[in-house]
């Protein structure tokens, strides 16, 4: 049972918040938009499910405040 690379949770999380810095560098003033960037944090959300239990309840703030 094969896994892809691109599923694992921690590179979802480094290509999404990889792809925020390549729209905000080339900017003065990085701005960027509330929809990508509320996307790239939904990964972390799912990072925290990853690990289990012990993090329920990190997971469960971490999503009530995004």
């Known amino acids: 049972m ?3 690379e691109a599923d694992k949770p921690l ?7 990889e792809q925020l810095a390549a729209v ?3 900017q003065q003033q990085p701005a960027m938009a509330a929809g990508d960037f509320s996307r790239a944090c939904f990964n972390v959300s799912v990072l925290f499910g ?13 999503v009530a405040k995004s």
């Not at 590179?11 to 918040?17: K, P, Q």
């Not at 990853?50 to 971490?62: Q, V």
């Open 2 to 4: 094969g896994s892809n």
């Open 11 to 17: 590179r979802r999380i480094g290509a999404s918040f």
């Open 24 to 26: 905000a560098k080339p």
């Open 50 to 62: 990853c690990l289990g239990i012990a993090f329920k309840f990190s997971l469960m703030d971490y």
